[in-house]
């Protein structure tokens, strides 16, 4: 005989020595806007349209986190916990100096008890002093060892001392060797979502300083008329009034991508992990030699066989030239 379960339960195991319960899941698909690019049927304009449509309508603002300005995040890490490693150098001696006042207390006192029970000691007539010699021996042997136990002491501080210098020597010579970043250079990299072609990587020596006027004077220069769709994070470049002006200009579409989903940008994720490998063997002075850097990329990227394009082993240039053929 069946029955019909109208709701399924999780299973539960005990056989491994820990209960395990099973996760039910849920009947209902999630619904997020990158879904309209499941349905076959819509050509990639339409379904970049319905993309914004349906964006706008579950995105709601969020406060811009604070931009970190100064040297990369992890070298800031880096600096942060050297400069908290010599703080705790600093206030260890202050910290040791205090334990030693309480332990050279402790030995004037004791040093000070020796000498008194010395002096009364010699003081007492010869027949005291030959009756109490069993009680002054073991104090003078106590002594003995007391005094013996502060030489290693002070040995142990001096070992402890040149210790601590050369911990600190090797740290601020450590701190030496970590790259100091007086200026900031800013790369604003645009990519052709289709070809992969670099439109252009305009140069920005303002740094963290740049300003949406700066970047859309600069997309009014490389941006193609016939472009449909802009695709970008959420920076504030991006969402600046003056952007937004620019889009109503040029007839374009702004796409904004999921919030922490830089993949929903892959293309252009690619390509800065690209551009970072490459430069990482490039050396320069200043914003100068690094422009010459970037324009000697370009033109090496885009003439490059790829091999994610629709067209294997083709350069972007070269997949660029089919299209506009077709």
């Known amino acids: 005989m069946r029955h019909e379960v109208e709701e399924k ?26 879904r309209v690019f499941e349905d076959p ?11 914004v449509s349906a964006s706008a309508q579950v995105n709601q603002p969020e406060p811009q986190p604070a931009v970190e300005t100064g040297p990369s995040l992890s070298h800031q890490a880096e600096i942060r916990q050297f400069h908290q490693a010599e703080v705790r150098l600093r206030q260890e001696p202050r910290e040791v100096r205090q334990r030693q006042a309480q332990e ?11 000498q008194e029970d010395e002096a ?36 142990k501080r001096q070992q402890e001392d040149a210790d601590w210098r050369q911990q600190r020597q090797a740290l601020l010579a ?67 009034e003056v952007f937004h002006q620019l889009a109503k200009e040029m007839g374009f579409i702004h796409v904004v991508v999921a919030r922490h989903r830089p993949e929903s940008n892959g293309i252009a994720e690619r390509f800065v992990r690209t551009l970072k490998e490459w430069l990482a063997f490039q050396s320069w002075e200043n914003d100068q030699d690094l422009r010459v850097h970037l324009d000697r990329f370009r ?13 294997p082993g083709l350069s972007p240039n070269e997949f660029a030239n089919r299209i506009w053929l077709m």
């Open 120 to 155: 009364d000691f010699r003081q007492k007539a010869k027949a005291d002093r030959h009756q109490q010699r069993a009680v002054h021996q073991a104090k003078v042997e106590l002594w003995k060892s007391q005094r013996d136990a502060r030489r290693e002491t002070l040995k």
């Open 174 to 240: 450590r701190m030496k060797t970590l790259p100091i970043v007086t200026a900031w250079i800013a790369i604003l990299v645009i990519i052709d979502d289709g070809t992969r072609q670099c439109l252009g990587l305009p140069l920005f020596a303002a740094g963290s300083h740049v300003t949406a006027e700066m970047v859309v004077s600069a997309l009014r220069i490389l941006l193609p008329a016939e472009l449909q769709f802009l695709i970008s994070d959420r920076g504030v470049h991006f969402t600046a």
């Open 9 to 34: 339960l999780p299973a539960v195991s005990g056989s491994s020595g820990h209960l395990v319960v099973e996760r039910c899941k849920d009947d209902v698909a999630p619904d997020y806007p990158g």
């Open 104 to 114: 050279d207390a402790v030995w004037q006192t004791l040093s000070q008890q020796h």
């Open 299 to 311: 033109p090496e990227y885009n003439d490059r066989p790829h091999q994610g394009l629709g067209i």
């Open 41 to 51: 049927e819509l050509d990639y304009a339409a379904a970049m349209r319905e993309f």
